[in-house]
T-cell receptor
Framework: AQSVTQLGSHVSVSEGALVLLRCNYS??????LFWYVQYPNQGLQLLLK??????LVKGINGFEAEFKKSETSFHLTKPSAHMSDAAEYFC????????????FGQGTTLQVKP | ETGVTQSPTHLIKTRGQQVTLRCSSQ?????VSWYQQALGQGPQFIFQ???????GRGNFPPRFSGLQFPNYSSELNVNALELDDSALYLC??????????????FGPGTRLTVL
């Protein structure tokens, strides 16, 4: 069965510091992987996705993630945090393509300190 | 282009009641998925509708049911509400076709509180 584990329910960084949000997945077949962001009282917005091809994926707002099959990981990074990055981040996996059932991790709350 | 919309924004019900939540998909999309997001948790897949037929279901009891209409809008119905049904309900629309699959676009959600 598929599953997603996000390490760290809360991450706090200073403005300008590196952001690293960790995601590990479990899947018996090659997965599609996603990172979503959720701002308070809003729905989910896609940051980036990995389907096939290049393992380093660039997304919106300066975020990127690297698919590492050997480590079953898909960690999200951003070189320099902005105050506006404070939000809830969810890693998700799908087996059936982009419109298949998404399985989400528990989420990581990113706090950005001035 | 209008995005995914959901109504109502907030809803308060009591145990045992029934509720209907509505979702209008983005223009050009033919697939709608529903998710339940309990407080402090990640969203959980309830079911998906493709061309008016259920196309996959998560681990939710039969009192969770849905519909998709010819215009691809959708409803989520929950009967015999329980306290644990209190959550944010998210709708996501996407396009599925022979050319491949596209990403799911999420609506802002409906916050359901069961007292």
């Amino acid at each position: 069965a598929q599953s997603v584990t996000q390490l760290g329910s809360h991450v706090s960084v200073s403005e300008g510091a590196l952001v690293l949000l960790r995601c590990n997945y479990s899947s018996s077949v090659p997965p599609y992987l996603f990172w979503y962001v959720q701002y308070p009282n809003q729905g989910l917005q896609l940051l980036l996705k990995y389907t096939t091809g290049a393992t380093l994926v660039k997304g919106i707002n300066g975020f990127e993630a690297e698919f590492k099959k050997s480590e079953t990981s898909f960690h999200l990074t951003k070189p320099s945090a902005h105050m506006s990055d404070a939000a809830e981040y969810f890693c998700a996996v799908s087996l059936s393509g982009n419109t298949g059932k998404l399985i989400f991790g528990q989420g990581t709350t990113l706090q950005v300190k001035p | 282009e209008t995005g995914v919309t959901q109504s109502p924004t907030h809803l308060i019900k009591t145990r045992g009641q029934q509720v209907t939540l509505r979702c209008s998909s983005q223009s050009g999309h033919n697939t709608v998925s529903w998710y339940q997001q309990a407080l402090g948790q990640g969203p959980q897949f309830i079911f998906q509708y493709y061309r008016e037929e259920e196309n996959g279901r998560g681990n939710f009891p039969p009192r969770f049911s849905g519909l998709q209409f010819p215009n691809y809008s959708s409803e989520l119905n929950v009967n015999a509400l329980e306290l644990d049904d209190s959550a944010l309900y998210l709708c996501a629309s996407s396009y599925s076709g022979t050319g491949g699959h596209n990403e799911q676009f999420f609506g802002p959600g409906t916050r359901l509180t069961v007292l």
